[in-house]
């Protein structure tokens, strides 16, 4: 009854973790690497729960004919615990690059903690590693015990170091939730190391990554697949939500790329996926303001929402921009140039709507083109 209680909530979380993964793999892309690298996280969450469950059990002596299972159990938890981390550093940097074009390093040093901790952890076998199990079938924690905690430890400080020197590329959101992943297994895992009778680390761990499976689909309902900006649907839940008093001030920016279609006819649709990702990447880099949204509502069609109560800040934002393109236009990586119109305006009282300002916007995006067609 004692060990029920124990190891009750481990059950309830590897039942609802084998749910979300059997959801996840029917229902996320799996071609795309952040999803098969959070798959691989909780696949291997949900074996260390199950491991911790068997520890727990066959930590006894009416089990001694098991002892070698127990060893065994053991074992492979210890091997596998950091490597959750370090593929969950994995996964971060994958998350951050998913829509860039420049790509960060893998710091392959992180391997050294998994090669050190798998030998200490082999050597167990014999009660001169990380734990021991003794002759009566229970469990003591052995001489190398402090190599485990240390390689976690390690992992859990460069993944939180990697967020903070990378923080300008994470939403606000990303930045709560992927500071989440590693703070609190960390803060429950001393616990865990101090009060062996809790069983902290790997339902705290699992907790953390259904609460992330949640962030990943709400993230992915409001992403636009190609270019890796929001789409309309996150726009309309904005509009609909919107609060004007709470906005001190908001800017609409409509962005339309000039002669899209002659892109497509003459270099193929593969050519004009190419031109949205490039024009998506171009935006990423000259708003680097985060109380922004980059949208893209459909086709060559892009809004930006700028929380902003300067006008001189969103001009220089639009310079950027136009200097970006200029430069990207004579780098030559393309046979095509990229051109674009926009439409530009503050959120006032006149305004009924954000929609009502949309259509302003609209208006203003297409008398400039008209007006440089007109020129030609």
């Not at 159990?73 to 971060?92: E, H």
């Not at 199990?133 to 170091?161: D, H, K, M, Q, V």
């Not at 503050?346 to 440089?372: G, N």
């Amino acid at each position: 009854m004692v060990i029920l209680v124990q190891i009750q909530i481990n059950i309830v979380l590897s039942i609802l973790l084998i749910v979300l993964l059997v959801h996840a793999y029917f229902n996320m892309n799996r071609k795309r690497i952040t999803n098969r690298l959070f798959m691989w996280i909780m696949g291997l969450t949900l074996l260390t729960l199950i491991l911790e469950i068997f520890s727990v059990i066959l930590n006894n002596s009416v089990f001694n004919e098991f002892m070698v299972l127990h060893k065994l159990v053991n074992i492979i938890g210890f091997i596998v615990a950091p490597c959750i981390l370090f593929l969950g550093y994995i996964f971060t940097k994958e998350w951050v690059n998913r829509y860039q074009q420049e790509k960060i390093k893998v710091n392959k040093l992180l391997l050294l903690p998994l090669v050190i901790n798998g030998i200490v952890t082999l050597m167990s076998y014999n009660g001169n590693g990380v734990f021991r199990i003794t002759s009566e079938n229970i469990y003591e924690r052995g001489p190398l015990f402090f190599i485990s905690p240390c390689a976690s430890y390690i992992y859990f400080a460069y993944n939180l170091y990697f967020i903070y020197k990378y923080r300008k590329k994470f939403t606000y959101s990303e930045l709560s939730m992927f500071s989440l992943f590693y703070i609190a297994p960390a803060i429950l895992t001393s616990i865990q190391l101090k009060y062996s009778i809790y069983l902290t680390i790997w339902s705290s761990t699992a907790i953390i990554v259904v609460l992330t499976y949640i962030f990943i689909l709400n993230d992915q309902a409001y992403r636009d697949t190609l270019s890796g900006l929001q789409n309309r649907l996150a726009y309309e839940h904005y509009a609909q939500n919107i609060n004007y008093k709470k906005v001190n001030k908001l800017f609409m920016i409509y962005i339309d790329i000039d002669d899209f279609k002659k892109i497509n006819d003459q270099y193929g649709h593969y050519e004009g996926d190419e031109a949205i990702k490039a024009f998506a990447t171009l935006l990423v880099e000259s708003f680097p303001l985060r109380q922004k949204k980059l949208i893209r509502l459909g086709g060559d069609e892009f809004l930006i929402l700028l929380e902003e109560e300067q006008l001189e800040k969103v001009v220089d934002y639009m310079d950027n921009l136009t200097q970006n393109v200029e430069i990207y236009n004579n780098s030559e990586k393309k046979a095509y140039g990229l051109r674009f119109s926009y439409g530009m305006a503050c959120y006032t009282e006149a305004y009924e709507s954000l929609y009502q300002l949309l259509e302003y916007v609209d208006q203003l995006m297409y008398d400039q083109k008209e007006s440089k067609k007109s020129k030609l």
